[in-house]
C-alpha cells in the first residue's frame, strides 16, 4: 500500500505524514516502524520491507523520506512501484518536489496523493540584521539550512530562537537540516550536477558549503540527526531538548 504527500508547505505535509503514522501505530502498537532516507538508501532494505512482515503485526510502517531528491534511488523506486502499491506493508512516501511524469506514475498505483502547497500569503519570511537582533518579520525556516551550511553558529542558534517563538515543531526543524545535510553529502559525492540530481542552485551551494566541514564531519552530524529522530519517535529523549544540543554543537 502506497501513500504519497508533497509540495512546498513542509509543515503542513510533516504534520499530516505524522499524524496518519502515529494514527496507524495506535490501532496497531504491535508494528514495525521503520524509516529510509536517501542517506544509507539499500535496494536490498527496500526489497526486504516490500516482501517481509513482522513476528508479532502483520504489517510494517515504512516513512520514504526525500529518496527522490537522489537520482539513484528515485529510479531504484520507481522501478519497484507497482512491488511497493501490492506490499501488505504500508508505504508512506513524502517529497518537496516531485516532476510531473514521476507524479503520474505514483497516481497510477497509490492509494492516496495529495498536495500541500504554500500560498504566497502565508509565507513566512525574515531576516536577521547586524548584531544579532531579530527583525520582527515574516520566518522563512530554510534560513535555518543557510546558517547550519554556513557554519554559523551564532546565527543558526538566532534562528532557531525565533523558530521557536513561531511555534515551529522541532522535528520540523530537525527536517529542515536533515535536508541540508543530505544535499551536502549527495553534492560531495557527485562528480556533477547532473549525477547529483539535485537542482544546479541546491548543488552549487552545497558545495560550497562542503568547506566549512572537516572530513567526515558533515556523515557524523548525519549520524547524529539520524538517532534524534529515532530516539524522539521512540520516546527516549525529549525532541526540543536534544535539538538544542545539537544546534550548540554545531
Not at 83 to 104: A, C, G, Q
Not at 183 to 190: P, V, Y
Not at 199 to 215: G, H, L, Q, T
Not at 235 to 250: A, K, N, P
Amino acid at each position: 500500500m502506497l501513500y504519497l504527500l508533497y509540495g512546498s508547505d513542509f509543515k503542513k505535509s510533516r504534520e499530516k505524514l505524522h499524524s496518519m503514522i502515529d494514527s496507524l501505530l495506535k490501532k496497531k502498537p504491535e508494528a514495525s516502524f521503520f524509516k529510509m532516507e536517501s542517506s544509507g538508501f539499500s535496494e536490498t532494505q527496500l526489497d526486504e520491507l516490500i516482501s517481509s512482515q513482522g513476528l508479532f503485526e502483520k504489517k510494517y510502517i515504512v516513512q520514504v523520506d526525500g529518496l527522490f531528491e537522489d537520482k539513484k534511488s528515485k529510479e531504484t523506486v520507481l522501478d519497484k512501484l507497482e512491488e511497493i502499491s501490492k506490499s501488505e506493508n504500508i508505504f508512506f512516501f513524502i517529497e518537496e518536489k516531485i516532476d510531473k511524469p514521476t507524479l503520474k506514475r505514483i497516481e497510477k498505483v497509490a492509494q492516496k496523493v495529495q498536495e500541500f502547497r504554500v500560498q504566497e500569503s502565508e509565507g513566512r519570511k525574515f531576516g536577521v540584521v547586524g548584531g544579532g537582533e531579530l527583525n520582527l518579520g515574516e520566518f522563512n525556516i530554510f534560513n535555518l539550512a543557510d546558517a547550519f551550511g554556513n557554519k554559523d553558529k551564532k546565527n543558526l542558534w538566532v534562528l532557531y530562537q525565533k523558530a521557536k517563538r513561531h511555534n515551529i515543531p522541532a522535528e520540523e526543524m530537525h527536517g529542515i537540516l536533515m535536508w541540508q545535510v543530505k544535499s551536502i553529502l549527495t553534492a560531495q559525492n557527485s562528480k556533477s550536477v547532473d549525477e547529483s540530481g539535485l537542482k544546479p542552485f541546491v548543488y552549487n551551494k552545497s558545495i560550497r558549503f562542503a568547506k566549512n566541514f572537516k572530513e567526515g564531519e558533515v556523515e557524523e552530524l548525519s549520524s547524529k540527526l539520524i538517532s534524534i529522530y529515532h530516539d524522539a519517535r521512540r520516546g527516549i529523549i525529549d525532541f526540543d531538548t536534544v535539538m538544542e544540543r545539537f544546534i550548540l554543537g554545531v
